[in-house]
């Protein structure tokens, strides 16, 4: 199968990859849909890509990470904008991704490390968002 799919130059389900591709099943992961990539850049990508992300928008990240959470942003002309780290996580501080929020944010890029989650601030946003609601 393997030599199939090198001499097909075609990584996609339904051109004898599908096996190759089934740890990102829906199933698997427990989402609706799921879309398997070639690297966690493409994932990346693709990921902005869905959210129509182009130039002049901005992308909340962290700048301790590898390249890509920033570098997704830029490929596609967004501006990534960089909010500070947690000193005991190393993960982006969510206290201050409030802060880094303007009408031309489009997506935040958390980014998890060292096994832990990242707090993407939703909750404080969806507990204000509550108490404002009528
Ligand atoms: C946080 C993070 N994002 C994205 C990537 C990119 O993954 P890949 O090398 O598969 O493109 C890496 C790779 O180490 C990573 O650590």
Not at 19 to 26: D, E, G, I, N, W
Request: proline share 7%.
């Amino acid at each position: 199968m393997l030599r199939r799919v090198v001499d097909s130059a075609v990584v996609h389900p339904g051109h004898g990859s599908r096996r190759a591709s089934r740890p990102s099943s829906p199933r698997y992961v427990g989402a609706k849909h799921a879309i398997g990539c070639a690297s966690g850049t493409d994932a990346l990508v693709l990921s902005l890509h869905a959210l129509s992300v182009r130039g002049g928008d901005e992308i909340v990240t962290t700048p301790f990470s590898f390249f890509a959470s920033a570098s997704c942003a830029a490929l596609l002309g967004a501006t990534p904008v960089f909010v500070d780290i947690e000193p005991g996580t190393f993960n982006i501080d969510a206290a201050k991704i409030e802060d880094a929020i303007t009408p031309k944010t489009k997506a935040i890029v958390p980014v998890h490390l060292f096994g832990q989650c990242a707090d993407d601030g939703r909750d404080s946003r969806d507990r204000r968002a509550l108490a404002e609601s009528p």
